[in-house]
């Protein structure tokens, strides 16, 4: 009877108390063996274990490497698929094609980046070949040279494309079969094998001397960051290294760049253009500016001189190489067409990085353009906001209501005020009203239209760069960290065209400066502040910011720096390893 009264109770217990109860039973047999059972209840409010949302990276680029080195919240599952296993600093590459660094210096597995994480990832070496926005899917295929490539297919709730750009031949004929590129770690290798194989060839005995110049001139087509840096690189590795081992032919190197505008890296400050032409044109390097290649042949290339009413010339080469432009992927090209963003170069996202006509899906880096939206387009909806009493005029304590909202949001006004050397927008208000005193200014919808009429002039688009699209990744994984939080506290600006405010602040790029290695240990660095470095100081500089600030592990930190002291004291490696 006892015994059934003590069932009795432990079962009472369990029934009023089953959240917290734990009930061990040890049961032993006969034979002596036994069995160890272990009970628990959970209640309703524990078992209910959120479901992991599941983010789906493209590429590992600048951008997604970026957001996946900065995602911190547990509560996602993340799917890398990407052709490369690898992460690359491509600011290195034009120092691989001339053996200054080695290319596994510049590269970090990134299974390492992110093996030490809270969050759940997974990689696959695959590449993407068709996004289907509609039911939420990615279709892959492997990219493992040993498989049957294998195709599978990837679900998700957000979709993160980072998968950077093609380069863009503007479909000028023979350059895809003639000429190298320098987007991947393998391009570099790939040019650093046919720079000595072109000294190897013009050292043949059979050769004449008209083919050993011929092979022996290197061109560059573009005249931008790329272009110039291999330029300077290239021709450092001849005169310093290569004339010592082909003596009998260093006389016949010449190295040209062609670029179709009027100078050379025209997104640099005038004072840099103008050092890099003149530099160039005493280290004996052909700058032609105004020339545009129309056309690549396996020994010739042709090219239109804008300068002399459009003349065709031809010039003899041993190596080219197309450095200018970007292209749009061709499964990029059939997402945007899905959207509706056909003749686009870029997918156009909104200044939070989530694709347009998309609630779950976002795009960085070189793949993406933010198509920040202009005042002049909400004008209206920025008016009836801020005029809280409804007069139809809006007063200077009004608009100060809403100034920092409205700078937030159109960073466009902000630059206006600068560059006008205004404080805030009541000087222009005033501006606009004439000699009246700011507390007493009021402007109908008319009025503001008039004073914000030149604001959208500031409007800029931001360049395709590593440090545009490193940023774009760490603002992406800030904002994924902090969704559920946002979701209920929004920290964005105020909708003026809806109710509320928009859960994150927008994405705002920070410029860092720019730098162009122009060789012989020079660089010219462009910083913030209009403040412009040139010479040897600046390389110092260069040095320490790309060894020491910009590598993705101490891995790659040593490596490099060991690569750079190995050059300085026995000088680059030519062999064609």
Aim: hydrophobic share 35%.
């Amino acid at each position: 009877m006892r015994c059934f009264t003590f069932f009795d109770r432990v079962s009472r217990a369990f029934r009023d108390h089953g959240s917290n109860f734990k009930l061990l039973l040890l049961c032993t047999t006969l034979s002596g063996g036994g069995v160890l059972a272990y009970g628990e209840a959970i209640g309703a409010s524990e078992a209910a274990v959120p479901e992991k949302k599941k983010v789906v990276v493209l590429g590992t680029g600048w951008a997604g490497t970026s957001f996946l080195k900065n995602l911190n919240n547990p509560r996602y599952e993340v799917h890398v698929v990407s052709p490369r296993n690898y992460f690359a600093f491509t600011p290195l590459l034009p120092s691989v094609t001339c053996g200054t660094v080695e290319a596994r210096s510049i590269v970090e597995p990134v299974r390492n980046i992110f093996r030490k994480k809270t969050v759940d990832i997974q990689f696959s070496e695959a590449e993407c070949l068709k996004i289907d926005s509609a039911n939420r899917k990615v279709y892959c295929r492997s990219n493992i040279s040993n498989n049957e490539k294998e195709e599978f297919v990837v679900d998700y709730d957000y979709l993160i494309i980072a998968v950077g750009a093609n380069v863009n031949t503007f479909n000028t004929p023979g350059v895809t079969e003639n000429c190298h590129f320098l987007k991947e770690v393998e391009d570099a290798q790939k040019i650093r094998r046919t720079v000595i194989d072109c000294f190897e060839r013009a050292s043949l005995p059979s050769v004449s001397e008209e083919e050993k110049k011929r092979i022996l001139h290197f061109a560059i087509v573009g005249g931008g960051p790329t272009g110039v840096e291999f330029a300077a690189s290239l021709h450092d590795f001849v005169t310093e290294d290569l004339v010592n081992l082909y003596p009998g032919i260093k006389d016949l190197v010449k190295i040209t760049l062609l670029e179709a505008g009027d100078h050379i890296l025209s997104m640099f400050d005038k004072r840099i253009t103008t050092f890099a032409e003149d530099k160039f044109r005493r280290d004996g390097i052909d700058v032609k500016t105004g020339s545009m290649v129309v056309k690549v042949s396996d020994k010739e290339i042709s090219t239109k001189e804008m300068k002399n009413g459009g003349e065709i010339t031809t010039i003899p080469y041993g190596m080219a190489v197309w450095s200018t432009g970007i292209g749009t992927r061709p499964f990029i090209k059939d997402f945007m067409s899905q959207i509706g963003q056909t003749n686009r170069r870029a997918i156009a996202t909104d200044e939070w990085l989530r694709v347009e006509s998309t609630s779950n899906v976002y795009a960085l880096g070189d793949c993406a353009t933010i198509n920040q939206r202009k005042v002049m387009e909400d004008i209206a909806a920025i008016f009836k906001k801020a005029d809280k009493d409804n007069s139809g005029t809006l007063t200077v304590k009004e608009f100060q209501e809403v100034l920092d909202d409205i700078c937030e949001r159109y960073p466009q006004v902000g630059l206006y005020l600068k560059s006008k050397q205004m404080h805030d927008l009541a000087d222009l208000l005033k501006e606009s009203k004439g000699d009246v005193e700011k507390e007493s200014i009021e402007l109908n919808i008319e009025e503001l239209k008039t004073a914000l009429s030149k604001v959208d002039s500031q409007m800029k688009f931001l360049p395709a760069t590593a440090q545009v699209a490193s940023q774009q990744g760490t603002y992406l994984a800030q904002c994924f960290n902090r969704m559920e939080e946002c979701e209920k506290n929004p920290e964005g600006p105020i909708r003026f065209r809806g109710e509320g405010r928009h859960r994150f602040k927008p994405f705002r790029y920070k410029h860092l400066g720019q730098f162009a290695p122009l060789g012989g240990e020079q660089t010219a660095a462009q910083l913030p502040g209009d403040w412009v470095s040139i010479g040897h100081s600046s390389q110092w500089l260069w040095y320490s910011v790309y060894a020491r600030y910009k590598q993705v592990s101490w891995r790659t930190r040593a490596l490099v720096v060991s690569d750079w002291t190995r050059r300085f004291i026995f000088g680059r490696d030519s062999s064609q390893i």
